[in-house]
């Protein structure tokens, strides 16, 4: 990787991204909300940042160009199809031979394997119906984001993330093809890790066209049950 695109790199998520891109000596373009421009302050000197709405193709079109790599936050925030948008602006738009590393939740599902708790599900059917009520959050558009994605003959990886907590990093996440996996049971990753697997995924090939779902390699979970032949 040289030259890489963090889409969405004012948040939480993004900001570690963008900190572990620039340890590994890559060229670095951010984009961001105009309003949250000053949330890089502290890395303006070092990258590039593109301001504007993420599901905006031509801002997308912008940043993205000449980049090996593009990592990108998709969040269900609002009701304009901000992540399917977004998502489809960076597949439309990245060049073709680009790695395409997108974020989610454990709630996605790519073949409908995935095996849920009832708690899990109970509290996405009511934070589902609350978010799109108050019109703050459509997690539908999230799950056509990621329907997009995996639709595409693209170089993507879509890291699903499992609850998260702040905190010094525990190293590099575990991960399993489906939730229900005995070894994601703790449900739990530092975002400095979550941010991680997904930059180290950039040059990791073995995850192309994979969706991963993480857990903190030192929860309870991982450590009883880690393979070391490789992933479940
Ligand atoms: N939070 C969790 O427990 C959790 C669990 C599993 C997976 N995930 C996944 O992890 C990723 C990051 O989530 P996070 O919770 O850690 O959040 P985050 O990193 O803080 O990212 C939030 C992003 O949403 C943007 N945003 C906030 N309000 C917005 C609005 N009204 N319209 C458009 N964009 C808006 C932020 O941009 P600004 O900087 O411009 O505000 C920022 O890029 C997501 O893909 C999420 O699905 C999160």
């Not at 489809?88 to 095996?115: M, N, Y």
């Not at 702040?166 to 996440?173: N, T």
Request: proline share 3%; glycine share 8%.
């Amino acid at each position: 990787m040289k030259k890489v695109c963090i889409v969405g790199a004012s948040g939480k998520l993004g900001q570690y991204m963008v900190r572990h891109a620039l340890d590994r000596g890559w060229e670095v373009v951010g984009v961001c909300r105009e309003q949250s421009v000053s949330k890089l302050d502290a890395y303006k000197d070092r990258i590039t940042i593109v301001p504007g709405a993420t599901n905006d193709s031509a801002v997308i079109k912008q940043a993205v160009a000449g980049c090996d790599g593009v990592l990108t936050v998709l969040v269900p925030w609002g009701l304009q199809q901000y992540s399917s948008g977004t998502a489809q602006a960076v597949l439309d738009h990245a060049e073709p031979d680009a790695r395409l590393i997108f974020s989610c939740g454990w709630h996605i599902t790519r073949d409908g394997k995935d095996s849920y708790s009832l708690g899990f599900r109970m509290m996405l059917k009511v934070f589902g119906a609350m978010a799109r009520l108050t019109r703050f959050a459509d997690l539908d558009d999230q799950v056509e984001a990621c329907r997009r994605v995996f639709a595409s003959d693209r170089r993507w990886t879509v890291v699903r993330g499992s609850d998260l907590e702040e905190g010094d990093s525990e190293g590099l996440p575990v991960w399993s093809r489906h939730v229900g996996d005995p070894i994601l049971e703790s449900n739990k990753t530092r975002r400095i890790d979550f941010a991680l697997f997904m930059v180290t995924a950039l040059e990791n090939d073995e995850l192309v066209q994979e969706a991963p779902a993480i857990v903190s390699c030192k929860s309870a979970s991982a450590l009883k049950h880690t393979n070391p032949a490789g992933p479940h």
